[in-house]
């Protein structure tokens, strides 16, 4: 294959036969992938996944790789120019800890088993890309700098890309986040977030004539019907999910324990900090009301921002999905490419398969579709280390 491209054009015109050519590499990419998943990784434990990874990089002839402060894991694939950098990222932690059984079912058409696209088919295909690129035949200008972030999920934060973009001194023409799930996912801005968890406990002393009046699922469920209450705008796009409820042990025994977690998604971010703070009020007029102590705490946050759909990084991303026959879904991400735009980082988030049952322990992933997903992978990178991804200066 050749390593050079005038313009897109002529990337489009290769793109179809890549899938069929990427087939011969699965031996490759489900043994990594299995290898990956079967190792519990929950957020703030990943670092025997994060070994692996980067003992598979070492297998494949990478000679640049380690481990930051983070626990990130960080493998270089040199190029021919080495002021052209672009970033790969696909976070290693998983929602499941190590008591989840995770052993992967591998069948004819499709892999079945707890994380396997959030995140382990992403780790898979950064550990396999340079298996790909040398039986491709294709040496690109830039750098890859392969990236397996930790602490990504939930009270993580995103803390170890962070740490990773605060501390490295790389200069990055543009982000790839590279995700399981789904084909023809292309998120390139983020929405202002936060989310919430608020606990509430009542006295146990409390005389059990009063735990009708005085129970912490009633403290709480009016903390709900108040949130509810909140006006919110349809411009900018604004929602609150209630995420989940928690509280009680019996049937006859008064709650003193609940728990409420819960999200806010706005495009503006002083929409996201204003009902934060009517939040705050309402859990002060509660905490009046009822015999109960609340909690607030905020877990994560993102701030509002991203690249436009007229930027040449969407555009030749759009022109790949469609040559592909891919039905395009574009959404704003609350993951890694949102720390990386607010960094002013041109940058995407790709979906590799199809896949079901999503964030259950049977979650299943397609096989075939895998060759299609990497094809758009591939080709985004080629259309990127060609320079046709760039702003006009």
Not at 101 to 108: G, M, P, Q
Not at 235 to 246: E, F, H, N, S, Y
Not at 326 to 347: D, F, H, Q
Not at 382 to 387: H, N, R, V
Request: glycine share 8%.
């Amino acid at each position: 294959m050749k390593n050079k491209f005038n313009d897109i054009s002529e990337i489009l015109e290769l793109v179809p036969t890549l899938p069929d050519q990427l087939m011969s590499i699965q031996e490759t990419l489900i043994a990594n992938l299995i290898m990956l998943g079967e190792i519990p990784a929950p957020t703030f434990e990943e670092s025997a996944r994060v070994k692996l990874y980067l003992q598979r990089l070492v297998e494949s002839g990478l000679e640049n790789v380690s481990t930051d402060e983070a626990g990130n894991g960080v493998g270089i694939l040199r190029g021919k120019d080495p002021e052209r950098n672009i970033l790969l990222v696909a976070h290693a932690d998983s929602v499941y800890t190590d008591k989840a059984d995770h052993t992967l079912s591998v069948y004819a058409d499709e892999i079945t088993g707890p994380g396997i696209s959030d995140n382990s088919l992403g780790m898979a295909v950064l550990t396999t890309l340079p298996t790909i690129l040398n039986h491709l035949g294709l040496e690109l200008n830039s750098n890859l700098i392969l990236l397996s972030s930790t602490k990504g999920l939930g009270r993580g934060n995103l803390d170890g890309l962070r740490f990773f973009m605060e501390n490295n001194d790389i200069p990055f023409d543009a982000g790839i986040c590279v995700e399981g799930a789904q084909l023809g996912r292309l998120s390139y801005a983020a929405e202002g977030m936060f989310r919430g968890h608020i606990s509430c406990r009542i006295p146990e002393e409390l005389d059990w004539k009063m735990a009708g009046q005085h129970s912490a699922i009633i403290a709480i469920n009016d903390i709900v019907n108040r949130i509810l209450e909140i006006p919110l705008p349809r411009r900018p796009r604004t929602t609150v999910v209630l995420g989940a409820i928690r509280g009680g042990k019996s049937y006859n025994v008064m709650a003193t324990h609940s728990s409420l977690r819960f999200e806010v998604r706005s495009e503006s971010a002083e929409m996201v900090e204003s009902i934060r703070a009517k939040i705050e009020e309402i859990i002060a007029h509660v905490t009046a009301t009822h015999n109960a102590e609340f909690e607030f705490n905020v877990v994560s946050f993102r701030e509002p921002g991203g690249i436009d759909i007229g930027h040449p990084l969407v555009k030749s991303c759009r022109q790949i999905m469609d040559t592909l026959g891919m039905e395009t879904a574009i959404r704003p991400s609350m993951s890694e490419v949102s720390e990386l735009i607010s960094r002013g980082l041109p940058s995407i988030t790709l979906g590799i398969t199809e896949v079901s049952n999503l964030h259950d322990l049977n979650e299943t992933i397609q096989i075939k579709p895998i060759y299609t997903g990497l094809a758009q992978l591939l080709a985004v990178l080629l259309a990127i280390d060609g320079g046709f991804c760039n702003e006009p200066e």
